[in-house]
């Protein structure tokens, strides 16, 4: 039986937990059992039977959507809720962009990595590049990898993505760019001295994808400069002060998304 009524159209909006295994689309009401994960952030939120929960599972494919639930039961090891139903609802910008960032040391990766979820980043690239501080054997970098994953789905349930954009292995600069021209994109390195403004560079195929560049706190050297150019990479600037690497993918993702996408 429903203990409450959640409605996705009412003014109160339920916690969103993300789940691993796929939610059912149909044939409610239907019990589920929480994953470990969610189930241990419901314990510490200290929430309780009958409160109601929205539930995604951050399918890549459409459609996107979530599922209407409440708690029927919490122990030590598990939470069951019930599902009342699903609607497709998709957050997603109508601009397909990655941002390819070389790695940041401190918590300052993890920033990145939040921040450029709830600005409707596709997907995320950690890069290794010669100025690079963060240094990560094949263990580590493997660890901070599903670290940077679990950052991604907390700022889906934060901001309210249904589609988890995935963070890949952390990849040289040769690899990242192969990728991106396999997967068809323009790629922006943004850079104090390029030449071309990034919102001309942006709007000259307005629907094609798109990746961002980033360098570290060092920047991109000489050689780097020169072998992204020659893998297909656009240096673009994005005015006249020279941003962190915290900052300028950020902001780069913010500029193209209001001008080509969906803030307004």
Sequence with gaps: MILASPSFGSRYMPPRFFSSAPLPRANFPATYTLDSAAAQHIRVLRLSVGEALTLFDGAATEPHGE?????????????????????????????????IQALAVGDKMDFIVQKAVELGATEIVPLRTARVTLKLDAARAEKRVAHWNAVAISACEQCGRNRVPGVTDVRSLEAALATTGEQGRSTAMLHPEGGIPLLSWAAR??????????????????????????LGATKVTLGPRVLRTETAGLAALAAIQAILGDLR
């Design 67 to 99: 599922a209407a639930a409440v708690i029927t039961a919490i122990d030590k090891k598990s939470v069951e809720v019930e599902i009342s139903m699903w609607r497709s609802r998709s957050t997603e910008s109508p601009v397909d962009v990655a941002l």
């Design 205 to 230: 195929e307005p629907s094609a994808p798109l990746s961002l560049l980033i360098g570290p706190e060092g920047g991109f050297t000489d050689h780097e400069i020169a072998q992204a150019v020659a």
